[in-house]
């Protein structure tokens, strides 16, 4: 969202919740605040999924982007080879006047849903399996007396609720109902109302809440299913055409995201020429990746939740009881909800130190002349950053930054370099063009890295580090963008001009 420029608007637009709590028959078993992850962000933000979109859509707009209402796909004729003559994906597209259109392109990208057209076409298999259960979803008005500043789980004989708050009083309600899977199967399926949703929130919920107002209702077995492959040819997958969870983890909508924004770059740098098409295969691997951690965190967060049995809730309330004010509970829980352990190639997640290769690097505060923002918004974008952090910023380290800025920065379109220091020498030469400087006034960026005098991080578009080390190897940064992923752009101003001509 902070690449897309939207973070302001969609924390304007949502409901912010600071903490989450779980009640058994009127009792809190467990409580955890958010506001103990190292984030800008240490919060939920309640926001109906409509308003996101909009939001979105809007942004797309208004970037020269456009969307092609009440058309369909009607056919897949060519997957389109990675190594062949013909590359290009080929589709057949039907819009609303019925009439017909043959498109072909370098990707083919399914993000549209769990029945997604792009998956079956392409003959993706979507394995998994459902939960024995069925729940109903609503975004209404509540009447009640109770706290809506927090996530709360209520949970007792008959199944569980959820309850998230979000803007002008609606609310997001889950609650787990007495149909079982095979009832949707038919041609008739259930249709979720207002009087069984009220029905349930008496019988599950806290008690004195009146549901009115509705916005949307639905009632529907949760699935768990993750595609056999999410790269086939020149088809891609993303979101839940993709991967499907239960949504008591809130994970769905944030992975899809994940998703868009690791192969979005991606497939930027491959049409720029800035990398081999190989570069989308490490797609696959990280997401896929993911896609199975997520999908069984959720898995036990569901049945863990769902629990009716009285053996399961009686060892459910005690346990919870006990491992409340651990660590794991009051530390790592919400950083697993908030996404914040999930990393790649085996990296370790870290709330401070300077990030292993395939992690997040760490939230600190950075000044922009104008007030102090998070170190997040530096770094997500279109480009790879470049941070190099040293105490003081002498004239040898300026010489080295010279040579970087001379030699090798212009054949790195890609890349941002920002230096950050405590202190700046009085030095003979201005800083090279290419190179921002950054004074870390309040620490924040050591502090944050554990660093006493140098670092080395290099991060990703999506915000992952790619490299990383506690001192200066700019020889190092400039083998692992020689390598065969990544192409070196020759250091010719009539080429990159006419180049970003091309792009404008």
């Known amino acids: 969202m902070h ?56 942004r797309l707009i208004s970037l020269g982007g456009r969307v092609e209402w009440n058309t369909r796909l009607v056919d897949i ?27 072909s392109c370098n990707w083919l990208i399914g993000a549209d849903g769990s029945r997604s057209a792009v998956r079956e076409m392409a003959g993706i298999d979507f394995p998994g399996g459902d939960y024995g259960k069925s729940f109903i979803l609503g975004d209404v008005k509540v009447d009640w007396a109770g706290p809506k500043h927090e996530l709360q789980f209520f949970l007792s004989r008959h199944g569980y609720m959820l309850l998230v708050p979000m803007p002008d009083g609606l609310h997001r309600i889950i609650a787990q109902t007495g149909k079982r899977f095979e009832d949707f199967q038919g041609s008739e399926k259930p249709k979720a109302t207002l009087a069984e949703l009220q029905a349930i929130v008496d019988r599950q919920g806290p008690g004195n809440m009146r ?53 979005a770059w ?12 190989e570069l ?21 967060t569901t049945e863990y939740i769902t629990a009716t049995a009285w053996h399961r809730r009686m060892m459910r309330r005690l346990l ?83 040579v970087f800025g001379s030699q090798r920065l212009p054949h790195l379109p890609y890349l941002r370099v920002k230096v950050v220091t405590r202190e700046v020498e009085a030095i003979e030469a201005p800083m090279p063009k290419g190179i921002d400087l950054i004074e870390d006034r309040l620490s924040s960026v050591f502090e944050a890295f554990d660093v006493t005098e140098q670092a080395l991080v290099l991060v990703r578009p999506d915000g992952f580090t790619a490299l990383s080390a506690r001192e200066w190897s700019l020889d190092a940064v400039s083998h692992y963008f020689g390598q065969a992923r990544f192409a ?14 091309h792009e404008a």
């Open 320 to 402: 919870t009881r006990w491992y409340n004010p651990t660590a794991k509970v009051q530390e790592q829980l919400p950083r697993l909800l908030a996404g914040l352990m999930q990393t790649y190639d085996g990296a370790q997640a870290s709330v401070k130190g300077v990030p292993q290769a395939g992690a997040r690097v760490p939230h600190a505060w950075i000044a922009d002349g104008q007030g102090y923002k998070p170190l997040a918004s530096l770094i997500h974008g279109t480009h790879y950053t470049l941070m190099l952090v040293t105490n003081r910023l002498d004239n040898t380290t300026m010489r080295q930054l010279q």
């Open 77 to 103: 004729e060519q997957l389109g080879e990675r190594d062949g003559a013909d590359g290009k994906a080929r589709v057949r597209l039907q819009h609303a006047d019925g009439s017909e259109e043959l498109v």
């Open 211 to 263: 549901v009115h107002s509705p916005e949307w209702l639905t009632c529907a077995p949760f699935y768990h299913r993750r595609a056999e492959t999410c790269l086939k040819g020149r088809t891609i997958l993303v979101g839940d055409a993709f991967h499907l969870f239960s949504p008591l983890g809130a994970q769905g909508l944030n992975t899809g995201f994940q998703d868009a924004f690791n192969l």
């Open 266 to 277: 991606k497939l930027a740098y491959v049409e720029k020429g800035w990398a081999p098409d």
């Open 488 to 501: 070196t752009i020759p250091a010719s101003p009539a080429r990159h001009e006419e180049r970003v001509c």
């Open 280 to 300: 989308i295969d490490s797609y696959r691997d990280e997401r896929e990746a993911i896609a199975r951690l997520i999908a069984t965190i959720t898995t036990k």
């Open 3 to 58: 690449a897309l420029g939207v973070t302001e608007q969609l924390l304007s637009q949502g409901h912010p919740m600071h903490s989450f709590r779980l009640v058994d028959n009127n009792q809190t078993i467990m409580r955890a605040k958010f506001t103990n992850i190292s984030s800008a962000y240490s919060f939920v933000v309640g926001l109906p999924q409509s308003s996101t979109e909009r939001t979105l859509l809007a």
